[in-house]
């Protein structure tokens, strides 16, 4: 027994081969192997080979029964849970859909080519206007939820108790997270290159779906329309005042033409001149024919004969008509009161009369055209695509769902348990 000992201990020295004097029949080589069987504990001491690897199954075993529990409390029973939820308990949701754009109507936006269109295509350049954004933030804020109704409106569509908790809008919420809720149902999408908004609205009935999207198609285009209608009431206040402006200057200007014709005691100084030149010219005209016959007379006769002098005085009278007459006309150099004095204040204060006059004609004008302007619908809404009741649910999607919430945990399982390996790796 002592050999074979010696034989199965692998640390012992080897011994060279027995002698024929120390050979052992074949019964005490069974009493032998009997007797190390009864000894097989030893093989399987800490150092030997054979519990290194049992315990390394064992440990490997452990680790791995470890793993699949975690695996199944972190990934399985989530999305089992996901799987009951949605297969029993969650509500079914209905989308709908519509698209619309913004057009401005103003002239130098319907003016443009089609070659100009393809061009800021080709560059880049966007189509969008600024009222397609106003519109966009205007779907996704607060003020859009005050204008439908508030809460009001909003808790008979999805505060419903027939919907599922975990979906549904809970009542007498603040205004804060009413907007956050309708930032998830409500989900606006810009095509920035069109300028086209698609906007999806879900809710939990078809009908509630297409009642919300035909209130914000409403609200849009009183939105658009009151912002193309401030814009042109300033506009057109400010065309007001100038037409009030011109209208107050052409009345100044009127009440002082009107008060040199009463100053003055002439209506018209041209009409005056006129008629002073016609007087002088008659005047002379007769003038001359007296002389005429003046100068005959005075061939025939003595000049002292009495037809002579009578002649002469009519001449002087003549003569003196004209003279007042025409310092009447022109009068001296600086003189205030002659009828060419007059006449120079008189057609300047035409002149500015006439001015004033077609500055209010074209004030007026304008102030008309922006009137009419006022009248039409400068920027408006077209639908591209009308809200329409859905047919089936299309919301919560099982399979995407499932999927989505079985890859989440998952990833964050194998992040996890990586971490505590290398956490475990690095403490030994």
Partial sequence: MAVLKRLMNSGGPRKPAPSSGDLITQQQLQQEMTELMKDKPSLFAPTSAPAVMLE??????????RLMVTFAACVLVPTLLTVGYLAFYASDQYETEMSFTVQQGTKSQRSVTGVMALAAQISGFSSTSQETFMVLEYLRSAAVVHDIGGAAFLEPIFARNDIDYLARMDQKLPIEDIVEFWRDKVIPELDARSGIINLKI????????????????????????GISLRSRNDTLQRVEQDVKRSANILAETRLKLLSFRNTEQSIDPVQDAEQISIMITDLTLKRIEIETELETMTKQSSGNSPAIRVKKDQLDAFNQQITKLEARLTGSVGAKDTVSSKLIEYETLQTELAYREKLYSITLSGYEQAREEVEKQQIFVIPIVSPSVAESSTYPNFTETTVSIFMLCAALWSVLALTIAAVRDHSL
């Fill in 56 to 65: 390394n199954l064992q440990g490997l075993y452990q680790h791995s029964t």
């Fill in 202 to 225: 879900r809710a939990f009935s078809a009908e509630d779906s297409e009642l919300v999207a035909k209130k914000l198609l409403t609200l849009t285009e009183k939105l658009v329309n």
